[in-house]
């Protein structure tokens, strides 16, 4: 052997040793359930099941939701329930000249394309035994035996029985007016090229349930509304760099999880990828607007909003449970309704120097721990951070006058609150059930507390401005507050227990709504003043006599209802409020003089 050969031969017996010795990526999966053996190659989804007789349990379930084509091995005789119960992609199957009979449902998970029997006469079949559309799905069977599936039970229902080499022909049709598209069944790629905006709508409709793969030519500049809507097996597409813009409802309910938008994209309609399996996208630099709901639902885990973005629509990333993190443009001045609601995971947003205006549920239901809202804002909205349980401290600006309507209601954690200098309103169940909440300043500029606004809380106590004028029903019931709550002139609330006796303060002249309500222990009250006692005032209290002075005007709906120990004499000092008012003086006792 010559020097050439010889080196020749080491070089290859070397890279045999190096090739031997690397990791191997096999593409073909092998295994044994049972008595059937089966192949799954994964770079086609192709499956082969092997081995004879009836196949009744289920066969490579780990790959199930992978498997595209399945081809049943020679030998087999009966396929029964359970067996495919839950490939929820299969397209395509091959049927063994062998097999008799398939049970109802087998193949239920599935809308199936193509079906090959390689058996002359027809096995039997139940009614559902294939999910698919009749008039669609192919039937492709031995040369000469079309008649007889033409007339055998249940596959007669089939419209598209093809013998020997018969196959799909290419559908065709238009979708713009420089647009047409073309799908051949077995292929499952839908082909939309062209040039323009496409239609709205969905031409391709029928077939929506076979495409696997979507392809757009340059040229076209919008993707239609409904284009791809309800598309279950599309997995990725690459949007055409002269599209401008995506219309509503392009790629709702896809399994779509990779996308490349357009470097020109200007607008994402309403829904456009609403549900889809997206949980990482870029958003070009020239975009401007976003509509409504646009990838709510949808599997995003993170996301950035160029400086371009001015426009933004309601619930845009609501229900993205998967999203972490959120940037914002920095010259956005408001944060639409429901933005981010339902974000469970969210831990990380910016709120931008120039925002003015947060509207109703923006944060409602994240994992935002801290916030801190900026200066310019001047407004925000109802249950904006509602349900936020990990939310600990809250900063509101000076420029926000009304803490708005169930705006921290929910929030378990929150402990500390920062309320702004000039602040008028509290509305209702504004920080209910917010139990770590121990302490809270309310500014003297305050003047209204609405229902509920501090129900449920871990307020042990409180301290409300004199200008306060108006208190609703139930503001502190249920916090851990021990001593009475009143200003100047309103009684706010008495503890449930620990006062059998007590007298109001010379200054009250209103007696809240529910203010001793459920008060067991106390039997006795003074008054002096008071000129209005509020609806359910001392409901279900353990009251056992009552002296009405003369300066009372007004007794509320149930003010005394369930006074059940309330039997003495209660005194009217003015008799001749009392027409006006016993209607609604509901109370259990035996005499009123």
């Not at 039997?523 to 008071?530: D, L």
Request: aromatic residues 10%.
């Amino acid at each position: 052997m010559n020097t050439k050969n010889k080196a020749i031969r080491l070089l290859l017996t070397l890279t045999v040793l190096i090739w031997g010795s690397c990791p191997t990526f096999a593409e073909v999966v092998t295994g044994n359930d049972g008595a059937f053996s089966w192949s799954f190659d994964e770079s086609t989804g192709t499956l082969i099941v092997n081995g004879s007789g009836t196949l009744n349990h289920e066969i490579a379930s780990a790959y199930q939701e992978s498997v595209v084509r399945l081809n049943i091995g020679e030998g087999i005789t009966s396929i029964q329930a359970g067996a495919f119960t839950n490939y929820s992609n299969l397209l395509e199957i091959t049927l063994p000249s062998t097999l008799e009979s398939i049970a109802n449902n087998v193949f239920s998970s599935s809308y199936i394309g193509i079906i090959r029997s390689q058996r002359e006469y027809p096995p039997t079949i139940g009614k559902n035994t294939f999910r698919t559309d009749k008039t669609f799905c192919y039937i492709i069977v031995p040369e000469y035996a079309k008649k007889l599936y033409a007339k055998a039970d249940n596959w007669k229902e089939y419209e598209n029985i093809l013998q020997g080499e018969e196959h799909p022909e290419l559908i065709t049709g238009s979708c713009g007016e420089s647009i047409s598209y073309s799908f051949l069944p077995g292929e499952w790629i839908l082909n939309i090229t062209g040039t323009g905006d496409m239609d709205d709508g969905c031409p391709w409709y029928k077939y929506s349930n076979y495409i696997m793969e979507l392809n757009f030519s340059e040229g076209i500049t919008k993707i239609g509304n409904y284009t791809c809507q309800n598309m279950p097996r599309i997995k990725k597409t690459a949007i055409p760099s002269t599209v401008t813009r995506i219309g509503s409802y392009a790629f709702t309910n896809t399994k779509l999880s990779e996308i490349s938008l357009s470097n020109e994209l200007v607008e994402i309609g309403p829904y456009a990828f609403s549900g889809c399996y997206i949980n990482d996208i870029s958003l070009p630099e020239t975009l401007e607007s976003i509509g409504d709901n646009a990838f709510s639902s949808s599997q995003l885990q993170s996301v950035v909003l160029p400086e371009s973005c001015k426009t933004l629509g309601v619930s845009i990333f609501a229900g993205c449970s998967q999203l972490v993190t959120a940037q914002l443009p920095n010259t956005l001045n408001l944060i639409p309704r429901s933005l981010f609601d339902q974000c469970v995971n969210l831990t990380s947003v910016n709120l931008p120097e120039a925002l003015q205006t947060i509207e109703d549920a923006s944060f409602r239901s994240t994992a935002l721990e801290e916030v801190a809202i900026p200066l310019s804002v001047t407004s925000i909205g109802n249950a904006v951070f509602q349900y936020c349980t990990s939310l600990k401290k809250v900063s509101l600006p000076n420029s926000i006058t009304t803490v708005p309507m169930e705006a921290f209601n929910g929030c378990r954690s929150l402990c500390e609150v920062s309320l702004p200098s000039l602040l008028k309103e509290i509305g209702n169940y504004a920080f209910s059930e917010c139990q770590s909440l121990e302490s809270i300043a309310l500014p003297s500029s305050l003047e209204r507390i609405n229902d509920n606004a501090f129900y449920r809380t871990g307020l042990k106590s409180i301290s409300v401005p004199d200008n306060v004028s108006h208190v609703g029903a139930n503001v502190f019931t249920e916090s851990k507050i021990t001593e009475p709550v009143f200003n100047e002139s309103i009684f706010i609330y008495m503890p449930r227990e620990g006062f059998e006796e007590y007298a109001i303060p010379e200054s009250i002249t209103v007696v809240n709504a529910t203010s001793f309500e459920g008060c067991s222990t106390i039997s006795k009250i003074s008054m002096s003043n008071v000129r209005t006692i509020g609806d359910r005032a001392f409901a279900n209290s353990g009251l056992t006599s009552l002296e009405l002075p003369n300066s009372v005007m007004s007794i509320g709906i149930n003010a005394f209802y369930g006074c059940s120990n309330l039997n003495g004499k209660v005194d009217f000092k003015q008799q001749y409020q009392f027409e006006r008012i016993v209607c609604r003086f509901i109370c259990r006792m035996q005499e009123i003089g």
